[in-house]
């Protein structure tokens, strides 16, 4: 089954809120892998979801950590070819397509404001749009569908 592409544009910090939607859909649940541009990136986004919530824990690791599979939520990054242990949620900061793709029941894209973001988001759409994956655009601020 082909995933369904979900992008959020116009994120004021993107990680913030890949760490929202990523602790919304563990607490619904489901299982997430979260990939990032670079690693430190991925670090930076590790630690946001140690603190961003005072009263909730996200349970997550690095890609590649031993306790990857058992664990609900997984960060890697686009400097390292990763295999992501499960495949319900794939949430992707980073400029390109992510690998494997296809195997998600669904991809969200996340978008921050400038155009050197911008720019390749709109690359990806088209990348999905000529695959006929199901679109759907939300605008980040907003929490509204465009």
């Known amino acids: 089954m082909a995933p369904r ?22 607490g619904s649940g489901r299982k997430v892998a979260l990939r990032t541009r670079d690693a430190a990136s991925a670090r930076q986004l ?41 495949s319900e949620i794939l949430f992707n900061l980073a400029d390109d397509i992510p690998p494997g793709h296809e195997r998600f029941r669904m991809v969200i894209e996340i978008i921050g404001q400038g155009e050197a973001q911008k720019l390749p988001a709109r690359a990806r759409w088209m990348h999905y749009k000529q695959q006929d994956l199901p679109l759907q655009a939300f605008d980040a601020i907003r929490r509204e569908a465009l």
């Open 46 to 86: 590790d630690q946001l979801l140690w603190s961003f919530e005072q009263q909730s824990f996200v349970p997550h690791v690095m890609a590649g950590s031993p306790l990857a599979g058992e664990t609900p939520v997984v960060i890697g990054h686009a400097e390292a070819p990763n295999e992501w242990p499960h």
């Open 5 to 26: 592409v979900q992008f959020y544009h116009n994120a004021e910090n993107p990680l913030a809120l890949a760490c929202e939607l990523a602790a919304r859909a563990y």
